[in-house]
């Protein structure tokens, strides 16, 4: 079984900047990716970024160059800093780890932790 552990989040005026970070322990094989999602109330979930063990890199349109995403592969985690946040980024965000058993890739998620763009 894996856990995955976010840390960071909280509250922040507009153009401000805050650091998510995620961890992940347990029954590990391999990171295979890792990566965060986010969900506002009334919205969809959408992805935020991801990253693969190889280094290869996704954002959300709407990231628009302002986060920035990196992994500890034997760390099993990632950190995701956001710069120049807006109110439209308030949202609960949650963390994934990706775990490759063989050829096999299970998902575990964090709990999530809420980001509050706000004056």
């Known amino acids: 079984q894996v856990q995955v552990v976010e840390f960071g989040g909280g509250s922040v005026q507009p153009g401000g900047s805050l650091s998510l970070s995620c961890a992940a322990s347990?029954?590990?094989?391999?990171?295979?990716?890792t990566g965060w999602y986010r969900q506002a109330p009334g919205q969809e979930r959408e992805e935020v970024a991801s990253?693969?063990?190889?280094?290869?890199?996704r954002y959300g349109d709407f990231v628009k160059d302002r986060f920035t995403i990196s992994s500890d592969n034997a760390r099993n985690s990632n950190v995701l800093q956001m710069n120049d946040l807006k109110p439209e980024d308030t949202a609960v965000y949650s963390c994934?780890?990706?775990?490759?058993?063989?050829?096999?890739?299970?998902?575990?998620w964090g709990q999530g932790t809420q980001v509050t763009v706000s004056s």
């Open positions: 347990g029954s590990i094989s391999k990171l295979y990716s």
């Open positions: 994934f780890i990706d775990n490759m058993v063989g050829d096999m890739i299970f998902r575990s």
């Open positions: 990253i693969t063990r190889g280094n290869s890199f």
